[in-house]
Antibody, heavy 116, light 112 residues
Framework: EVQLVESGGTLVQPGGSLRLSCAAS????????MTWVRQAPGKGLEWVAT????????YYADSVKGRFTFSRDNAKDSLFLQLNTLRAEDTAVYYC?????????WGRGTLVTVSS | DIVMTQTPLSLSVTPGQPASISCKSS???????????LYWYLQKPGQSPQLLIY???KRFSGVPDRFSGSGSGTDFTLKISRVEAEDVGVYYC?????????FGGGTKVEIK
């Protein structure tokens, strides 16, 4: 089955760190760009970051640049998003998506809550 | 950054009636490669977003033909020819012409 499964979301204190993972299956992961999109509670969709197939080219939203790091392991069909210096406004469901300029495949998301 | 503006904010539609959502971008989405990178997504209640329309007017796999997209440059429209109960949710447009990728604020569609 073609799918993306995120994990790693939890409650973390402001200033803390977290690593999100996304496991891909059912398609040739190493062929695709991938993207993280987040959604704050009751709010709209916000692009976070995009990575190219070999992991050497990355783009970040200004709101997370310098704090978040996007990486991938093509041998394990996995994505990682390292979240550092977390703020209350980073509280959101984080979705992993396959990116072909369209986000044509979405995971179910993982909830990150930043609160003391 | 390209700003995406959707109208209306919400829509209440009688089943079987048409619905239309507008999306305007702050600059043309026509890329130098000749493609226009405008997309439509639907997020049904409690679910992840799903792709409906790509490159303005192409229906994604499995999307019913009552959904259609149109437009060019900076003005785009998503139309539902006959709304069904399963179409409720929030619709988003998105541009992928350039980074940062940007979404419209969303249009909530509900059934009367």
């Amino acid at each position: 089955e073609v799918q993306l499964v995120e994990s790693g979301g939890t409650l973390v204190q402001p200033g803390g760190s977290l690593r999100l993972s996304c496991a891909a299956s059912g398609f040739t992961f190493s062929d695709f760009w991938m993207t993280w999109v987040r959604q704050a509670p009751g709010k709209g969709l916000e692009w976070v970051a995009t990575i190219n197939p070999d992991g050497n080219d990355k783009y970040y939203a200004d709101s997370v640049k310098g704090r978040f790091t996007f990486s991938r392991d093509n041998a394990k069909d996995s994505l990682f998003l390292q979240l550092n210096t977390l703020r209350a406004e980073d509280t959101a469901v984080y979705y992993c998506t396959r990116y072909t300029r369209a986000c044509d495949l979405w995971g179910r998301g993982t909830l990150v809550t930043v609160s003391s | 950054d390209i700003v995406m503006t959707q109208t209306p904010l919400s829509l209440s539609v009688t089943p079987g009636q048409p619905a239309s959502i507008s999306c305007k971008s702050s600059q043309s989405l026509l890329h130098s490669d000749g493609e226009t990178y405008l997309y439509w997504y639907l997020q049904k209640p409690g679910q992840s977003p799903q792709l409906l329309i790509y490159e303005v007017s192409k229906r994604f796999s499995g999307v019913p033909d009552r959904f259609s997209g149109s437009g060019s440059g900076t003005d785009f429209t998503l139309k539902i020819s006959r709304v069904e109960a399963e179409d409720v949710g929030v619709y988003y447009c998105k541009q992928s012409k350039q980074f940062p990728l940007t979404f419209g604020g969303g249009t909530k569609v509900e059934i009367k």
